[in-house]
């Protein structure tokens, strides 16, 4: 078991784990329950845990790949862990089932995992050819990457690209598969990649890393419907604090940072309508905002681990209830 929890830390670098554990430990001093909705290979959960050794930690990933990893790596705290298979979007049903109300500190950490991108198989990955999968969680009955290639129209495709990957020949790269899928399915990655670079004009691709990177990244939003979590996850996350509660998220491209900016510049902001000469309490902010706009790396970390370079990180300290619904971009109860 500590061979395979070893392993779980060679492959794994918590992206600003130290600074994301100093953001949380101010609401965990005298114990509480912290939420890891990300929960992964466990690497800012074992930290939290070293810090805060009275606190509780509630673990949630979809990935039952990385769970097993996770359990086995926290195993030394096993006494104070409750690890959940979910998505992070599912954070108040799966506080109900263990009869929390609410929590101290909540934790997302975005995106895709070190474990999905290395696992050939699961087809995130466009260095390697594998299955067009890209399933957070492998035993869903969702759609694969390959689903929405084959049976998307143009214009929806086009769509998922641009919005999703911010890709520049989104038209280009839909007409080209659609076109192209007429002969056979799109199956696996080798194929997609070279129909992309082929898109994807050669001044282009001079610069922005690899030319398939953007419609990965795509196909990979769409699949796991990440955006649309986060819209919901976010709020829901505030709305489980205690006044006094943390919560810190790592987002790793401009469309999760702009969700999770809005949240919570939303909860720091005044309610108090135009022209009131004075703030009504139920109209006074109910977050603090702990980041001055979002905290990114350092060089040295970004050095040891290339993939922290687009890592942005926002947090905030509820500072009172409200009795109103949470919406993605307004206030919270």
């Given at each position: 078991m500590a061979g395979t929890?070893?392993?779980?830390?060679?492959?794994?670098?918590?992206v600003l784990r130290d600074r994301c554990v100093d953001l949380l430990a101010p609401a965990l001093t005298g114990g509480g329950v912290t939420v890891d909705a990300t929960l992964g290979m466990g690497g800012h959960a074992e930290a939290v845990l070293d810090r805060c050794p009275q606190a509780r930690l509630v673990g949630i990933d979809r990935d039952p790949q990385a769970l097993d990893l996770a359990a086995r790596r926290l195993d030394r705290f096993r006494d104070r862990v409750d690890l959940v298979h979910a998505g992070f979007d599912e954070l108040p049903a799966v506080l109900a089932r263990l009869g929390l109300r609410r929590v101290d500190a909540v934790l997302f950490d975005l995106g895709v995992s070190s474990l999905q991108l290395d696992e050939a198989a699961r087809g995130f990955a466009y260095a390697v050819d594998a299955p067009l999968d890209m399933r957070m969680d492998p035993s869903s009955a969702g759609p694969t990457a390959a689903d929405v290639l084959n049976g998307c129209s143009t214009a929806e495709l086009t769509r998922v690209l641009r919005d999703y990957g911010e890709e520049r020949f989104a038209r280009r790269?839909?007409?080209?598969?659609?076109?192209?899928?007429?002969?056979?399915?799109?199956?696996?990655s080798a194929r997609l990649?070279?129909?992309?670079?082929?898109?994807?004009?050669?001044?282009?691709?001079?610069?922005?890393?690899?030319?398939?990177k953007r419609t990965f990244q795509a196909l990979r939003i769409a699949v796991n419907r990440e955006l649309e979590a986060v819209e919901l996850a976010v709020p829901a996350a505030v709305s489980a604090l205690e006044v006094g509660g943390r919560i810190a998220v790592l987002a790793y491209h401009s469309l999760e940072d702009r969700i999770v900016k809005r949240a919570l510049?939303?909860?720091?902001?005044?309610?108090?309508?135009?022209?009131?000469?004075?703030?009504?309490?139920?109209?006074?902010?109910?977050?603090?905002?702990?980041?001055?706009?979002?905290?990114?790396?350092?060089?040295?970390?970004?050095?040891?681990?290339?993939?922290?370079?687009?890592?942005?990180?926002?947090?905030a300290e509820r500072t009172r209830h409200t009795d109103s619904t949470p919406t993605s971009g307004g206030e919270a109860p």
């Open positions: 929890a070893g392993a779980a830390r060679d492959r794994h670098v918590p790269i839909a007409e080209a598969v659609v076109r192209e899928r007429e002969d056979s399915p799109f199956i696996t990649v070279d129909l992309v670079r082929a898109c994807v004009p050669a001044a282009a691709r001079r610069t922005g890393g690899h030319p398939a510049t939303a909860g720091a902001r005044s309610s108090t309508p135009a022209g009131l000469p004075v703030e009504l309490p139920e109209h006074a902010p109910y977050l603090r905002l702990l980041t001055r706009g979002a905290e990114t790396p350092s060089e040295e970390e970004v050095a040891v681990n290339p993939r922290a370079a687009s890592a942005r990180l926002r947090a």
